[in-house]
T-cell receptor
Framework: ETGVTQTPRHLVMGMTNKKSLKCEQH?????MYWYKQSAKKPLELMFV???????ENNSVPSRFSPECPNSSHLFLHLHTLQPEDSALYLC??????????FGPGTRLTVL | DAKTTQPPSMDCAEGRAANLPCNHS???????VYWYRQIHSQGPQYIIH???NNETNEMASLIITEDRKSSTLILPHATLRDTAVYYC?????????????FGTGTRLLVSP
């Protein structure tokens, strides 16, 4: 238990669906991150939020839309995804740029 | 663009020490060495980090060579639950949200 929770843990969606991934951290951190881990590939950073402001967007397609309503919650809104977007989506948090702690991930399958 | 080199796989007998090496010959003076591990299909778990001195916590020990070009993560008494992929990462200690660059890591298999 790292203090970072993610829901749902598994998600299957069609290409025309709209869904959201949720991340919550209970560590009092002020930065949150979304990473993507595709099969047989290293983790890729998608977005970074610091004090609820987006500070990094690593050329992620617009079909992924992050939202950070407060320092404890982070969402990733998904729409019109492609099968190649199937992956493990990981949330992490940190205090400033210090050690990042990861959640358990959401396993996403796009049909 | 990982700046570390690790063996792709290692085996260890349960109860024995697991010594996982990492080469980071281009490490800069302000870069920390971090270790994470990832058990199949779970999120990476932070283990330990260090700058110059050796470090120890309840999970592991980190030995950094004097020239800082390599390090070893030591799990003193490996258990079956330590089977995972172990990642050695270098990252700057200055402010700024540096992404963690995970390479391919070392797949550690602990056997009975």
């Amino acid at each position: 238990e790292t203090g970072v929770t993610q829901t749902p843990r598994h998600l299957v969606m069609g290409m025309t669906n709209k869904k959201s991934l949720k991340c919550e951290q209970h560590l009092g951190h002020n930065a949150m991150y979304w990473y993507k881990q595709s099969a047989k590939k290293p983790l890729e950073l998608m977005f970074v939020y610091s004090l609820e402001e987006r500070v990094e967007n690593n050329s992620v397609p617009s079909r992924f839309s992050p939202e950070c309503p407060n320092s404890s919650h982070l969402f990733l809104h998904l729409h019109t995804l492609q099968p190649e977007d199937s992956a493990l989506y990981l949330c992490a948090s940190s205090q400033e740029a210090d050690t990042q702690y990861f959640g358990p991930g959401t396993r996403l399958t796009v049909l | 663009d990982a700046k570390t080199t690790q063996p792709p796989s290692m085996d260890c007998a349960e109860g024995r020490a697991a010594n996982l090496p990492c080469n980071h010959s281009t490490i800069s003076g302000n870069e920390y060495v971090y270790w994470y591990r990832q058990i199949h299909s779970q999120g990476p778990q932070y283990i330990i980090h260090g700058l110059k001195n050796n470090e120890t916590n309840e999970m592991a020990s980190l030995i950094i060579t004097e020239d800082r070009k390599s390090s070893t993560l030591i799990l003193p008494h490996a258990t079956l639950r330590d089977t995972a992929v172990y990642y050695c990462i270098v990252r700057p200690s200055n402010t700024g949200f540096q992404k963690l660059v995970f390479g391919t890591g070392t797949r550690l298999l602990v056997s009975p």
